[in-house]
């Protein structure tokens, strides 16, 4: 019988008598108490981390329309902020796969990325001019650079490289 029934957390009913608990480390009490802890437990699927991280790499996913999709699945999953942080802790466990030592100015890495950006006037409402987010990373220090400037107007380069003209 459970003798803090009132205590925050306690069921009330506890399968064991107290003086049972000196004997259990912390997981087993844990577990006596509140159940596994694992998200399955409380009624929370467990979610597939490696689909999720696959979905990141879609142009335009955020971790927040990911939740949002979930949430909207199970609503008595996760809240974000838990959401991203089962997410980030799965995602250090991940292997780097690709290390590269660069000697002191040696690269430059540089990149356009994400998607041309409309730029509003304050006062008509209307977009003003289109900008385009510039970013230039050092190699070796990894010290970054980004700048915002009015699109160029052009497609964006191909994957392939640059083309030639055919003779």
């Not at 957390?9 to 159940?35: K, M, N, Q, S």
């Not at 409402?125 to 050092?138: D, G, T, Y």
């Amino acid at each position: 019988m459970c003798d803090a029934p009132n205590r925050r957390g306690c069921p009330g009913r506890c399968p064991r008598a107290w003086t049972t608990t000196p004997y259990l480390d912390d997981d087993a009490l844990h577990g006596l108490l509140f159940g596994a802890r694992d998200g399955s437990a409380q009624g929370r699927p467990l979610l597939d981390w490696a689909t999720v991280h696959k979905e990141m790499r879609r142009k335009g996913v955020t971790l927040m329309l990911l939740w949002l999709e979930y949430k909207e699945a199970n609503p008595d999953g996760y809240a974000y902020t838990q959401f991203t942080r089962l997410y980030k802790a799965w995602k250090r466990s991940l292997d780097v796969v690709m290390r590269q030592d660069h000697k002191a100015g040696e690269r430059l890495f540089v990149d356009f990325p994400g998607e041309i950006l409309p730029i509003y006037d304050p006062k008509t409402s209307q977009v003003a001019m289109r900008a385009e987010l510039f970013v230039a990373a050092l190699g070796a220090s990894g010290t970054r650079r980004t700048s915002l400037g009015r699109s160029r107007g052009r497609g964006r380069p191909s994957a392939r490289g640059p083309t030639r003209p055919s003779s």
